[in-house]
T-cell receptor, first 113, second 112 residues
C-alpha cells in the first residue's frame, strides 16, 4: 500500500528565506507526483506536476524534483514571501488514472514578515 | 474558463440523515473524483467517475456512493450519516490522464 509522508508537519521561516519541503513515498512505481497548495478553508491548487519519467519541474519561484528510486520529492521555494503561507501537500498517482491520488498530510508553512 | 464548482458550500445535517453533494467539472473534463478531508486522516480518495462509469473506488463503506451524468456533472451521496462523516468533501476534475487535476472549493459537511 502506497504511503506518502511529509515531515515536518509545520514550518515557520522569515521572509526572504529559500526553503525546501520534503515528501517521501513508499512505492516507487508511481505514474506521477503533484504538489498542491491549500489555503485555510479552501480547495487545492495544483502547483507542479512531475511525470514519472521527469526529474524536475519549475514554475516561477518554485522547483520540484523527483527521485523515484529513493522515493523522494522536494519542493524548493525561492525567496519566500508572506503570501506563500499555506499548507503544501504532495500526492502520487500509481495508476494511469491521475485522479486516484494518495496524499501526504501536508506541511503548514508560515512565512514571517 | 470556469473552475470546478461544488454545491452546497456549507451544510449541517443530523446523524442518520443523508446528504447529496454536487460537482460541476471544468468544461470538457470527463473525469471527476471525490476526496474526503479530515484533520485526522488528511485527504482520502473516495471514488472517480469517467464517462458516467465508476473507474476507481477508495476504501469507504457502501454508505458513500456517487454517480456521474452525461454532461460530466457528478453527485456524491452519503446515507445514514455518522458524526465521523463531518469533513470537507472535495471534488476534482481532469482532462486527459496524466494531466493536472483541478479541485473545487469543497463542501463543508457538519454532522450533529
Amino acid at each position: 500500500k502506497q504511503e506518502v509522508t511529509q515531515i515536518p508537519a509545520a514550518l515557520s521561516v522569515p521572509e526572504g528565506e529559500n526553503l525546501v519541503l520534503n515528501c517521501s513515498f513508499t512505492d516507487s512505481a508511481i505514474y506521477n507526483l503533484q504538489w498542491f497548495r491549500q489555503d485555510p478553508g479552501k480547495g487545492l491548487t495544483s502547483l507542479l506536476l512531475i511525470q514519472s519519467s521527469q526529474r524536475e519541474q519549475t514554475s516561477g519561484r518554485l522547483n520540484a524534483s523527483l527521485d523515484k528510486s529513493s522515493g523522494r520529492s522536494t519542493l524548493y521555494i525561492a525567496a519566500s514571501q508572506p503570501g506563500d503561507s499555506a499548507t503544501y501537500l504532495c500526492a502520487v498517482s500509481i495508476t494511469g488514472a491521475n485522479s486516484k491520488l494518495t496524499f501526504g498530510k501536508g506541511i503548514t508553512l508560515s512565512v514571517r514578515p | 474558463k470556469a473552475g470546478v464548482t461544488q454545491t452546497p458550500r456549507y451544510l449541517i445535517k443530523t446523524r442518520g440523515q443523508q446528504v447529496t453533494l454536487s460537482c460541476s467539472p471544468i468544461s470538457g473534463h470527463r473525469s471527476v473524483s471525490w476526496y474526503q478531508q479530515t484533520p485526522g486522516q488528511g485527504l482520502q480518495f473516495l471514488f472517480e467517475y469517467f464517462s458516467e462509469t465508476q473507474r476507481n473506488k477508495g476504501n469507504f463503506p457502501g454508505r458513500f456512493s456517487g454517480r456521474q451524468f452525461s454532461n460530466s456533472r457528478s453527485e456524491m451521496n452519503v446515507s445514514t450519516l455518522e458524526l465521523g462523516d463531518s469533513a470537507l468533501y472535495l471534488c476534482a476534475s481532469s482532462g486527459q490522464s496524466g494531466n493536472t487535476i483541478y479541485f473545487g472549493e469543497g463542501s463543508w459537511l457538519t454532522v450533529v
